[in-house]
């Protein structure tokens, strides 16, 4: 059944970073992006890397879209893990090279000065 959890106040996690955070026997990653809180599980499903120790960045993209020019997308919404470099959308789940795979997103909101994660 699932329970919300209070993970963090939300002077512990400013805009633009991120944290990770123990409930119950599962690893977290709560990020604060634009005042959009998001929570995703602190792992890759590459090789279970510890994917929330990773940094977050924008990434390159490019195609027909772009007429074939390097664009910078996702400014401070990509964290990257640190074992293999995939790349993972937080707001969305997605990995940028698979697309097809998503990361399991945690129903988040604030209440107060609460952060609350829903597991």
């Keep these: ?4 959890h209070v993970v ?26 634009g005042g959009s809180w998001h929570a995703i599980p602190n792992l890759c499903p590459h090789q279970r890397g510890p994917l929330c120790e990773g940094a977050t960045s ?3 993209d490019y195609g027909p879209h772009t007429d074939w020019k390097l664009d910078w997308i996702h400014e401070g919404e990509i964290v990257t893990c640190p074992w293999h470099a995939l790349e993972w959308h937080v707001p969305s789940g997605r990995c940028l090279a698979f ?18 994660v829903t597991l």
């Design 58 to 60: 924008g990434t390159v």
């Design 99 to 116: 697309p097809d795979i998503r990361l399991r997103k945690f129903p988040t909101r604030v209440d107060g000065d609460e952060v609350r």
């Design 1 to 4: 059944m699932a329970r919300e």
């Design 8 to 33: 963090a106040r939300t002077s512990d996690i400013p805009e633009g970073s991120h944290r990770i955070v123990r409930v119950g026997q599962r690893e977290i990653g709560v990020f604060n992006m």
